[in-house]
Nanobody
Framework: QVQLVESGGGLVQPGGSLRLSCAAS????????MGWYRQAPGKQRELVAR???????TYADSAKGRFTISRDNAKNTVYLQMNSLKPEDTAVYYC???????????WGQGTQVTVSS
């Protein structure tokens, strides 16, 4: 079973940048889509960005123009570059993968992002 492990979270000041990484224990080509979700305290988990095996991407309105999702198939890693961070971006960020074979969903354990001065 493929495992997803996030890294790169931390504390950053408003306007700063972070790059999150999601490393898969197996080939990310086994996923038809991979994405980043986030969950803030007291709020539902929401999709931030998704990248498909074709390379096409989608973004939440709140992420457009500031965040970029990308993938490195050779490293079996998906990234989320976050720029111009705002306090409202504070949340636990989760990596998600949708398997090609059975459309099953896989989740990482999450990484905390805190945007504060």
């Amino acid at each position: 079973q493929v495992q997803l492990v996030e890294s790169g979270g931390g504390l950053v000041q408003p306007g700063g940048s972070l790059r999150l990484s999601c490393a898969a224990s197996g080939s990310i080509l086994s996923f038809t889509a991979m994405g980043w979700y986030r969950q803030a305290p007291g709020k539902q988990r929401e999709l931030v960005a998704r990248i498909f095996s074709s390379g096409s991407t989608t973004y939440a309105d709140s992420a457009k123009g500031r965040f970029t999702i990308s993938r490195d198939n050779a490293k079996n890693t998906v990234y989320l570059q976050m720029n111009s961070l705002k306090p409202e971006d504070t949340a636990v960020y989760y990596c998600n993968g949708i398997a090609v074979v059975n459309l099953g969903e896989y989740w990482g354990q999450g990484t905390q992002v805190t945007v504060s001065s």
